[in-house]
C-alpha cells in the first residue's frame, strides 16, 4: 500500500490535526480530498446562527485540495449537499492504490464507491454511528446497509457502540479494525501556561471565588443536545456554592437565559461561542463538563474528549456514543438515562458531591482513560486496516 486517497466532506478541526500528525509520523503517502469549504471559508452556520470559521489552520502540514461542489445548496443537512462531479476524475489522475470514506450519506460518497468498485481500488470506510437507545433495525435497512458495507475492503470503528453498529448490519470480525475517535490532545493540554492564564483571566472577569465549582455546558443550544433539561436540574435544588455556565449559540439561548432568569438566586452564566483557541481556558475553569444529549444523533462527542484531556470528568447521557468507552459511571465520570431528569437531577448532585470530596482522584482517572484515545491509537488502527485488506467481494 502506496497511495492513500482520503475522501471527507470538509475540513474540521478533529480530523486536520490528525492529518498532519500522519504526515510527520508515518511514511503513508496521502492525499485529502475536501467536498466542500466549510470550516475555512467564513459562512453562516444554522445550528449556531452566525457565521463563523475555525480560527486554527486546518490545511497546513498535509496533502489536500478542494473539489469544487457543484450543490445548488451545498451542507451536509442533505444528500444532494455534497455534489462534486469532478472527483472521480481527480481520483482518476492521483491514482490512489487505496480509497479512505468518511460517511456515505452523500452523493459524492456513493459516485466514488460505485467507481472504486468499477476499477477495482479497495475501499477503507470510517464512520462512528451507533444504535444506542434505538430498537432493531428493520429487515430492509440490515440488508441495504449489509449491501453497502460488503463494498468496503476493511472498516474502522471508533469505539464499541460504532462497533455493535457495524456488527448489527453484518460486518464480520475479521474486517473491523479499531482506529479510536481522538483530538489534538497536544492543543488540549492543561498544563499549557497560555491556556492556564486565559483560564485564570476568565474565572477574574466572571467574578468567581477560589473553590467555586463550575459545571460547564459547551456547544449548540439545540433540543437535541438537552441544555433545558441540564439547566433545570440545577436549577431544583439549592447550590450556593457552583456555578452553570453555558458557552455557545443556538435556538433555544433566549429560553434558557429567561429560564435561568425566573431564578435570581441561582447563579447561571452565559458566555458566547468560542472558538477552538478559546475552548481549553472554558475546560480549565469548569470541574464537570455535561454533555445530556438525547436520541442518536450524538455519534461520539468530541467534546468529551476534549474535555477529558483538560482533566475534566464529565457526566453525559447514556446514548452518547462515547460513553461506553470514555465515560464509566462512578469511575470517570457518571451516566444517566437519556429523557430521564429525575436521573439527570440525581447524577448531577452526585458529580458535585463527589468532586467535593476527591477532585484529584478523579481528575487523575480520567487522564488515564484518555491516554488511550490519541492519534497514535488512531493511527496504529488506520495502519492495520490497510495492512488487512483483501479484494472486496464481487457484486452480485
Known sequence: MTRLAIILS?????????FRW????????????????????????????????????????YDSE?????????????????????????????????????GYRYAAHLRAIAWCRRWGVPLVFRGDSHLLGQPRPALLKRLVLGAL???????????????AYFETFGVPADRL?????????????????????????????????????????????LPRKQPLALLEAFLSAPRPDATLLFVGEGEEKTALQARAAQTPDADVRFLPFANQSEMPARYLLADLFVLPSQGNSETWGLAVNEAMHMGR???????????RDLVTDGDTGWVFRAGDPAHLKLKLNEALKALSRDAAGWRARVAAR???YTYVQSTEGLLRALAAIRPPAPNP
Open 66 to 102: 478542494f473539489v469544487p461542489n457543484r450543490a445548488a445548496r451545498p451542507g451536509t443537512e442533505h444528500f444532494w449537499g455534497l455534489r462534486n462531479p469532478a472527483l472521480l476524475a481527480r481520483l482518476a489522475i492521483w491514482r490512489p492504490d487505496a480509497v479512505l470514506l468518511f
Open 370 to 372: 484518555i491516554a488511550g
Open 177 to 221: 479494525h479499531f482506529a479510536p475517535h481522538a483530538v489534538n490532545h497536544e492543543h488540549f493540554d492543561p498544563h499549557l501556561p497560555v491556556h492556564q492564564d486565559a483560564a485564570g483571566r476568565l474565572r477574574a472577569d466572571l467574578g468567581l471565588a477560589p473553590g467555586r465549582r463550575v459545571v460547564l455546558f459547551a456547544g449548540k443550544f
Open 10 to 18: 470538509h475540513p474540521t478541526q478533529y480530523y486536520s490535526p490528525w
Open 313 to 323: 470528568p464529565c457526566l453525559v447521557s447514556d446514548v452518547v456514543g462515547c460513553q
Open 149 to 163: 458495507y460488503r463494498q468496503f475492503a476493511t472498516v474502522t470503528y471508533v469505539g464499541a457502540a460504532n462497533r
Open 22 to 61: 500522519l504526515r510527520t509520523h508515518t511514511t503513508l503517502d496521502f492525499r485529502v480530498f475536501y467536498l466542500w469549504d466549510f470550516g475555512v471559508t467564513t459562512r453562516h452556520d444554522p445550528q449556531f446562527g452566525l457565521p463563523f470559521a475555525w480560527d486554527v489552520d486546518l490545511l497546513a502540514g
